[in-house]
């Protein structure tokens, strides 16, 4: 079994959707989740930071933490062409130096 | 504001030729240093990873190598390049008492 598990899709949906990206993960010693976007041939651009589990949001992005289920989730709001991407989640056991635990990438597309 | 850059953009190199990526870090100092490998569907794997100069740790055995001769500078390399090591390169940096990780743009390696 992986550590982090992501289903690769390709997700597809029409513009102006909700839309619900997640990852499952196996190690109850993660704290820190993050998810990243990553554009064809592009490196990964980070989008949301949490700790720990609960809510944050940052304009149509809203990253959820469950602790208990092992389950986090990233929701965009009013999705647009320009969020076609692949969304990759990401966590750690502490802060300061830690290798970072990826999942394999979900692939996003958004249909005009 | 701190900023990453990575070159080339992309490279095709014969089978044996050597190789050098080189990543530098603007804007923050002592920096967590790492290369990536990138292969579709198979996620992010982590090559070589640095918490100072001349401190590098590898993670997989391979055909590559990594130096940090400077503080913000980190170069991959290789003596003979195999078909195997062909892909996409990404550099990233942390800071020394954060956990996310930046990514620079990508190099993205054909060996013919």
């Known amino acids: 079994q992986k550590e982090v598990e992501q289903d690769p899709g390709p997700l597809s949906v029409p513009e102006g959707a909700i839309v619900s990206l997640n990852c499952t993960y196996s190690?109850?010693?993660?704290?820190?989740f993050m998810w990243y976007r990553q554009y064809s041939r592009k490196g990964p651009e980070l989008l949301m930071y949490t700790y720990s589990s609960g809510n944050k949001e940052d304009g149509r992005f809203t990253a959820q933490v469950d602790k208990s289920s092992k389950y986090i989730s990233l929701f965009i709001r009013d999705s647009q062409p320009s969020d076609s991407a692949t969304y990759l989640c990401?966590?750690?056991?502490?802060?300061?130096?830690?290798?970072?635990?990826f999942g394999t990438g979900t692939r996003l597309l958004v249909s005009p | 504001s701190q900023t990453i850059h990575q070159w080339p953009a992309t490279l095709v190199q014969p089978v044996g030729s050597p190789l050098s990526l080189e990543c530098t870090v603007e804007?923050?100092?002592?920096?967590?240093l790492y290369w990536y490998r990138q292969a579709a569907g198979r996620g992010l794997q982590l090559l070589f990873y640095?918490?100072?100069?001349?401190?590098i740790s590898s993670e997989v055995p391979q055909n590559l190598s990594a130096s940090r001769p400077q503080d913000r500078q980190f170069i991959l390399s290789s003596k003979k390049l195999l078909l195997s090591d062909s892909g996409f390169y990404l550099c990233?940096?942390?800071?020394?008492?954060?956990?996310?990780?930046?990514f620079g743009q990508g190099t993205r390696l054909t060996v013919v």
């Open positions: 190690n109850s010693a993660f704290q820190y």
């Open positions: 990401a966590m750690s056991w502490n802060t300061g130096f830690q290798k970072l635990v």
């Open positions: 804007g923050t100092s002592n920096p967590n």
């Open positions: 640095s918490i100072g100069i001349d401190q």
């Open positions: 990233a940096w942390s800071g020394a008492e954060r956990t996310e990780a930046f």
